[in-house]
């Protein structure tokens, strides 16, 4: 199929109000009965459980004392000196002194807001974004400008336009692989939007946990890549590529550092001591990078054979692209289906599915759904996708 089409925000400062569908939809991710074509996360077959449960029995036998103490409150010294290796390969040359570990991506996301902004300052996000980051700039009261999401990612005029009609207090993207949509921003952009950032003095928070899944022979560059004076605020984790329930992460906040670790202090002391310990010993003994080339190969195998299904079962009208990495395909439906219902009627199928309003502040998406690749395809999914198909048909059928 093509790729779906691109409804361009309206660039006004919106307060989101997603939060009870985007609660319903997320008791519906986490419902293990669901076929899960709703949650980012590895399968199990794929998550390397026997390597860190090996790891951590050796941890707990050599030193049990170190497992049951508190972690230094920026983290433990071997996983930060990993990352910084680590991050080399995304173009970042950071000290492990300048690195903090949160429980997650999403605590770095947090702490980075509640470090730049106060209630009712814009943020500038991209459109479709990121259903969580909707959340949280409504937990913290702050209003969100859209800027559109391509297949070829943001594009700088955009950044450019809303700098010059709104005051904007900080902005929130993901260059790489965006979720739902999967757009990826070329180098020049990106160095090219820190640049206007940068000149007007607005701090970027980067999300970049699909950074590390990508489908050609090299990984991106980051925006981080291009910050010259501690502006980007980079954030990362292990939860889309190793172990979603240890909720290890991390956030490199460049000049904002004093700022985040005082806030981390103050949120929950310390990221959970054995986790940090355990995904330590599995960057340094080299296990990641094996682990990431089975992974990457996994979900590209897993995209090509749902969009092929796609293809076979779905009506008329359509559309979904191939993502260049990352671990969602984001689907046009024809424009007589409302996404919402769509959602709610495969739920009682038994199928997980996200429905697009909840990737925007705005009326938009309402025709669309992300559907997740976690790196396996099987008699249950091709069925799965034989009955979203099917249900499409009728509901298409329906509205004619």
């Known amino acids: 199929p ?5 409804p361009r925000p309206a660039l006004v400062p919106t307060v989101s109000k997603r939060s009870d569908l985007i609660q319903t939809v997320l ?13 980012v996360c590895p399968a199990e077959e794929l998550l390397p459980a026997r390597t860190l449960a090996r790891i951590s029995a050796s941890i707990l036998r050599t030193n049990p004392a170190q497992v049951l103490d508190y972690a230094p409150v920026n983290g433990h010294l071997e996983l930060r000196r990993q990352i910084a290796l680590r991050s080399l390969e995304a173009g970042i040359r950071v000290s492990p002194d300048e690195i903090l570990i949160t429980a997650g ?11 730049l902004t106060r209630p009712g300052d814009n943020v500038l996000i991209q459109s479709p974004s990121y259903f969580c980051f909707l959340q949280l700039l409504e937990n913290c009261g702050l209003r969100a400008i859209e800027i559109p999401s391509s297949t070829s990612g943001l594009d700088p005029q955009d950044v450019k336009k809303a700098l010059e009609q709104f005051a904007i207090r900080a902005a929130i993207l993901v260059p790489n692989f965006n979720n739902p949509d999967g757009s990826l921003t070329n180098d020049e952009t990106k160095k090219e939007i820190v640049s206007l950032l940068s000149e007007r003095k607005i701090p970027l928070v980067e999300d970049d946990v699909y950074g590390d899944l ?8 980051t925006c981080k890549t291009y910050d010259k004076q501690g502006d980007v605020i980079f954030c990362s984790s292990f939860s889309k590529t190793i172990a979603p329930g240890y909720r290890i ?3 490199i ?7 985040a670790l005082n806030i981390k202090t103050t949120t929950n002391i310390c990221t959970a001591t054995p986790n940090q310990l355990v995904i330590a010993d599995f960057l340094r003994d080299g296990y990641y990078e094996r682990h990431l080339r089975r992974l990457r190969s996994a979900v590209r195998n897993q995209m090509e054979t749902l969009l092929l299904s796609l ?3 779905f009506p008329d ?5 191939f993502p260049k990495g990352g671990a969602s395909i984001w689907v046009e439906l024809p424009p007589q289906i409302d996404a919402v219902d769509y959602f709610f009627r495969a739920r009682e199928m038994g199928i997980g599915l996200a429905p697009g309003p909840i990737f925007s502040t705005q009326d938009k998406y309402n025709n669309f759904i992300r559907l997740s690749c976690n790196g396996v395809w099987n008699e249950r999914m091709e069925k799965g996708m034989q009955t979203l198909g099917n249900l499409a048909e009728e509901l298409a059928a329906q509205k004619n």
């Open 249 to 251: 992460g991390w956030m």
């Open 317 to 321: 009208g359509t559309r979904a692209g």
């Open 105 to 115: 991506a999403m605590e770095g996301l947090s702490i980075a807001l509640r470090a």
């Open 253 to 259: 906040p460049g000049r904002y550092y004093e700022r």
């Open 27 to 39: 008791e519906a991710l986490g419902n293990r009965d669901l076929l899960p074509f709703g949650v």
């Open 214 to 221: 990508f489908f050609a022979e090299h990984r991106p560059a």
């Open 2 to 6: 093509s790729p779906a089409s691109r």
């Open 311 to 313: 293809q076979r079962n």
